[in-house]
């Protein structure tokens, strides 16, 4: 697939210091890529720099093969979407949408045919001649979407759309703006902080701590198999030992008695059940290990009362080092947090 | 609801009558004839007042003066003030404080002592008792505010807006004609409004740099209130009134003439 973004060792400094250093990825055409952070990794600040609103250093900044290092934000084809959906207030919904084109200059018929259009895209036709403030948070979010979109941008960039909204608009949200975007092929960087919305949104997930990449890959593989301790407790979806090895959530299973332990378990922890939920007809169990100290959700087969004493278990296999560790088992023939009675 | 709307009635029937009673008022004396206690309304019209103040050939002229003196002052204003007010709510630098403190100082320190020492500069570079030499010393108590004002504009405003802008392909002047100045109206109206009057009542500074060279209203105004009769300053104070309107029309038609967005709907 050809590369649409393409960056290499990117810095941003402020006074107070580098916000940015050394960020190198790139991103293919078509693709969406989830960038997932703490607050305060770069992410925003990364999104601005590509836009062209923050100045930056790097070695190599390309959009479609061309350089844009030196391009005014007004030049890039990239248009970023805030957190906030930032509609014109003194515009229509129509003015909105068709800003980009104004600014283009094409005609008023071409303007509003191409707006309609985009707005009939985003389920708002009816919207045209409304103003900002007479619309909802998520339709102000589709607005916004509509005005992005008209632009045909090379890129897309949105920094955390979704943050304003509430958690059931926010989900619906997410599906839909997915399926608008793959409908447009248009390639993407989302910035989110929320672990479930990168891995929704993204056909890859960059990982971001410190002002730079950490990691990036499928949302499965960074969930299941993360490269070092940052990313798994950033991102995994499992339980980490000793700061040196983590265990998939996929590769554990949650016994009641510890009569039932296979004798292939070899990781062993007992645990209690601190709460129990339902999702899409599964029943998950969250569960804090006595040990370790550490919270695990993991489906289980039925639901139990909080407060209840269950096994967790994990074969060999499933133990992986993290990097920057070393395997628990490779020098220690006991570990300690297998538990007391060895199969 | 309905007592609500009642309410809201008596309301602007209370404040109208405040304000709109002592200018209908002010009116009636101007065109009053004989006019005495008890009576309610004037036993005789004439138009003397009015017909004085307009046979005054001072008066013409420096209405004019006026008007031309007022206008660049506040597009002088405006012109300073936003790229300053710009800058104080959006950018950090080194110094910030000091300048912010710089451009506040005319209106702690009173303008006739900043008047006093500008003089000396105003006559050695040839500019007391010119009309630019008074449009720069009403610069001194109306500059402040205007940036102050803007600047409170700006900050409501915030930057985003102008970064999705850049990001959907606008150029500073297309930001500034089509996303900032349209939001940043109201801010705009009340420094014009201000200026003006402020600009308008200068008696001492426009005397001491205008040299009596530069003649305004004001000038005008003290010694006709010293001799004329009620009538004629009763039309003057009217027509002096009506000075900051004709700037308040003048602007908002060239502004409604010229943005593409209903105005009106911010």
């Known amino acids: 697939m050809v590369q649409a973004l393409s960056i290499q060792k990117l810095n941003k400094t402020y006074q107070k210091g580098n916000v940015l250093n050394e960020v190198s990825f790139s991103v293919k055409k078509g693709e969406i890529v989830s960038v997932m952070g703490a607050s305060g990794a770069g992410k925003s600040t990364l999104l601005q720099c590509i836009a062209g609103i923050e100045s930056c250093t790097a070695v190599q900044l390309e959009l479609d093969q061309q350089d844009i290092s030196n391009w005014s934000a007004k030049k890039r084809p990239i248009v970023l979407m805030f957190q906030d959906s930032l509609l014109f207030p003194h515009m229509t919904v129509l003015e909105n949408v068709t800003y980009g084109l104004r600014v283009r200059r094409y005609n008023k018929q071409e303007r509003e045919r191409e707006g309609l259009y985009y707005l009939k895209k985003v389920d708002m036709v009816e919207h045209a001649n409304r103003y900002p403030h007479q619309c909802s948070g998520g339709e102000q979010q589709r607005i916004a979407l509509a005005r ?42 989302f910035v989110t902080h929320d672990r479930e919305e990168a891995m929704l949104m993204g056909d890859r997930i960059f990982v971001m701590a410190r002002g730079t990449v950490l990691s990036s890959g499928k949302p499965a593989e960074l969930t299941e198999s993360p490269e070092n301790l940052e990313v798994a407790n950033l991102i995994g979806e499992g339980i980490v030992l000793e700061n040196r090895t983590f265990i998939s959530a996929a590769n554990l299973s949650v016994v009641l008695h510890k009569a039932q332990l296979p004798e292939s378990a070899y990781y062993i922890q007992e645990g209690t059940v601190t709460h129990c939920f339902r999702r899409h007809g599964q029943v998950f169990l969250g569960l804090q290990l006595f040990t370790d100290k550490q919270d695990v959700i993991l489906p289980a087969a039925g639901e139990l009362k909080v407060g209840a004493n269950v096994w967790v278990w994990a074969e060999e296999s499933a133990l992986q080092p993290l990097n920057g560790g070393c395997s628990s088992f490779s020098d220690d023939p006991k570990p300690a947090f297998v538990g007391e009675n060895e199969i | 609801m309905k007592q609500e709307a009642a309410q809201h009635k008596l309301l602007l029937l209370a404040l109208s009558s405040c304000f709109v009673i002592p200018v209908l008022l002010l009116f009636l004396q101007s065109i009053a004839g004989e006019w005495r206690f008890p009576h309610l309304l004037p036993s005789s019209f004439s138009y003397y007042g009015w017909e004085s103040i307009f046979q005054d050939a001072s008066l013409v002229s420096a ?167 009620t009538q004629v300053m009763a039309a003057f104070s009217i027509l002096f009134a009506l000075l900051p309107l004709t700037f308040l029309f003048l602007i908002e038609g060239l502004i409604r003439l010229c943005l593409p967005y209903r105005v009106s709907k911010i």
């Open chain 1, 148 to 189: 992005a979109l008209i632009t045909k941008p090379s890129l897309l960039l949105l920094d955390e759309p979704f943050a304003r909204l509430d958690e059931s608009l926010r989900r619906m949200m997410r599906t839909w703006v997915k399926g608008v975007l793959k409908e447009e092929g248009v390639t993407a960087l």
């Open chain 2, 63 to 229: 209405l004019w003066t006026t008007w031309s003196l007022t206008l660049t002052v506040i597009l002088l204003n405006l012109l300073l003030a936003f790229p300053a007010a710009k800058q104080l709510a959006f950018s950090s630098f080194r110094g910030k404080e000091m300048i912010e403190t710089v451009l506040f100082l005319p209106i702690f320190i009173p303008a006739l002592a900043l008047a006093m020492g500008l003089h000396l500069t105003l006559l050695r570079i040839g500019l007391a008792s010119t009309f630019w030499g008074v449009v720069l010393i009403h610069m001194l108590p109306t500059l402040p505010y205007t940036i102050r004002i803007v600047r409170a504009g700006f900050e409501r405003l915030g930057s985003q807006q102008e970064s999705q802008a850049q990001t959907l392909g606008a150029s500073q002047v297309h930001v500034f004609f089509h996303i900032t100045l349209p939001q940043l109206l109201p801010s705009v109206r009340a420094a014009i409004f201000l200026v003006t009057v402020i600009s308008l009542s200068q008696y001492a500074l426009t005397t001491m740099i205008g040299g009596g060279e530069v003649v305004t209203l004001a000038l005008l105004y003290f010694p006709f209130a010293e001799s004329a009769s």
